[in-house]
């Protein structure tokens, strides 16, 4: 048993069964043992791949993006550019890179990380010495001014509460003990008024995720963004309107059990991009379409991008660098499960690579 299933299990000995949302934060970034707090685990050696750390292309998309974005904004001369969940801080060194291409861009960015993770703070200001960048545990601690910001699988990490759909209510998923070892169940039945809007599209046996911090999140970004001006470009896995259990633990890219040995497994769930795009629109936001990871790329110009990079490399560097653009693009790898979506000040058309999202509360 891990240090953290002992403690957990102390705990509901001594006070019952816990949310699966608390059940998560603790295996994600309890202070000493949790898996963000204790580990560094992207890459080949380490439980799973992002799509920064598959190829600099990525944070040039990105980075494109957002210089355009700047650019129809009439080049704001100081701004936050913020990424939330920044992991190893690749993304935001490509980023920075890509948007020297845009004159006066990089001077006029104010690289603002939020990180929760001590040791992937470190991790990042190994790989932005020098680039002037500063932390804030929080997105409300951001400075004020015009944001442009990047959330790379930052959503899917934030913890979830599940709920079973059953005769006369909800019934919520808990982590409780069966036989000494942490084990999910069923909590009380229960009529969870914020619920009500889902009975018409569940039957009895659904299971139905919500996260309760996202909301909360996306709407601090979309007030800044109304307010100041900037953008905010989110990519995540999952889609729109959730529905089913969609929790999952990786470990050694393979795919683990969330109950065991809490805080050695990646645990993640969908994001439910309806939720980010209304939260987006009551904050006062313009609010994009969510479009496929492959087609946004694409939209961008990454296959041009591609080719370009490709000139230079031969034999297995170049068989690397044609998988890597397979694996963020094509439909049968990253492109079609990953999604992005975007906020930005409601005059201002959206950034490129989105469309305007067209039906009113899908
Ligand atoms: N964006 C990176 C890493 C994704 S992993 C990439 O694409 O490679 C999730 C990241 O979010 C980690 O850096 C993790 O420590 C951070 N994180 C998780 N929960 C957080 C929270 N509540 N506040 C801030 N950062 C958080």
Not at 296 to 318: K, V
Request: include cysteine.
């Amino acid at each position: 048993m891990t240090a953290l299933a002992g403690i957990l299990a102390a705990r509901i000995a001594a006070q019952g069964p816990i949310s699966l949302a608390d059940y998560m934060a603790d295996c994600l970034l309890h202070p000493l043992h949790g898996y963000y707090t204790t580990r560094e685990p992207f890459g080949a050696g380490g439980d799973f791949t992002t799509a920064p750390e598959i190829s600099q292309m990525f944070g040039e998309m990105l980075g494109l993006c957002l210089a355009q974005a700047w650019a129809d904004q009439g080049r704001p001369d100081l701004f936050v550019l913020a990424e939330i969940g920044p992991g190893r801080g690749t993304l935001m060194a490509d980023i920075l890179r890509t948007i020297r291409a845009a004159p006066g861009m990089r001077e006029a960015a104010r690289p603002v990380l939020v990180e929760a993770s001590p040791a992937l703070r470190a991790r990042q200001a190994e790989t932005l010495a020098g680039q002037g960048a500063c932390w804030r545990d929080t997105i409300a601690g951001l400075p004020d001014g015009p944001l442009f910001l990047v959330a790379n699988e930052f959503f899917d990490a934030l913890p979830i509460r599940q709920f079973r759909r059953v005769e006369g209510g909800w019934s919520e998923v808990q982590v409780g003990l069966a036989e000494g070892r942490l084990a999910p169940g069923l909590g009380p039945v229960t009529d969870y008024p914020a619920l009500s809007g889902r009975l018409a599209d569940t039957r009895p046996g659904d299971v139905i995720e919500c996260c309760p911090a996202a909301p909360a999140i996306a709407t601090e970004i979309a007030h800044r963004v109304a307010a100041f001006g900037g953008a905010a470009v989110i990519v995540d896995y999952g889609g729109w309107h959730s529905l089913g259990d969609t929790l999952q633990a990786v470990r050694a890219h393979a795919s683990a059990d969330p109950f065991a040995d809490p805080g050695t497994a990646d645990l993640t769930a969908h994001v439910d991009f309806e939720v980010l795009a209304n939260a987006f629109r009551a904050a006062g936001a313009g609010v994009t379409a969510m479009v496929p990871q492959g087609v946004f790329l694409e939209r961008l110009g990454i296959t041009a991008r591609a080719q370009a990079l490709a000139r230079g490399l031969s034999g297995a560097a170049l068989d690397a660098h044609v998988a890597a653009h397979r694996r963020l693009t094509h439909p049968d790898e990253m492109g079609n499960l990953f999604k992005v979506i975007a906020c930005h000040p409601p005059a201002c058309p959206p950034p490129p690579g989105f469309a305007p999202l067209s039906c009113p509360r899908a």
